[in-house]
């Protein structure tokens, strides 16, 4: 069974940056389907960024500029780089497939931006 280990969130204050990783065992994938997903208290779970097949980047239109997302195929992580934070940019941040992601779901890793 697929395991997704989110880290590297925590607290920074406005403006500052994070870099979250994704480290999936159990499972054999292609790090090109893993995405990242957040969920802010209250709202629905979505979709900040994902590879495309060919692998590149593609980044929630919102979010273009700030976030970018990359893969290191030998440690098996994906990462999100996330500059220029925002409170709005708080809440939990997960990884999984895309675009159907696994009905399994590790335990996130919590951003809070302070204004």
């Known amino acids: 069974q697929v395991q997704l280990v989110e880290s590297g969130g925590g607290l920074v204050q406005a403006g500052g940056s994070l870099r979250l990783s994704c480290v999936i065992s159990g499972r054999i994938v292609s790090l090109n389907t893993i995405g990242w997903y957040r969920q802010a208290p209250g709202k629905q779970r979505e979709l900040v960024a994902r590879?495309?097949?060919?692998?590149?980047?593609i980044i929630a239109d919102s979010l273009k500029g700030r976030f970018t997302i990359s893969r290191d195929n030998a440690k098996n992580t994906v990462y999100l780089q996330m500059n220029s934070l925002k409170s709005e940019d708080s809440g939990v941040y997960y990884c999984?497939?895309?675009?159907?992601?696994?009905?399994?779901w590790g335990q996130g890793t919590q951003v809070t931006v302070s204004s």
């Open positions: 999984n497939r895309y675009p159907v992601p696994w009905n399994y």
């Open positions: 590879f495309n097949f060919g692998g590149t980047e």
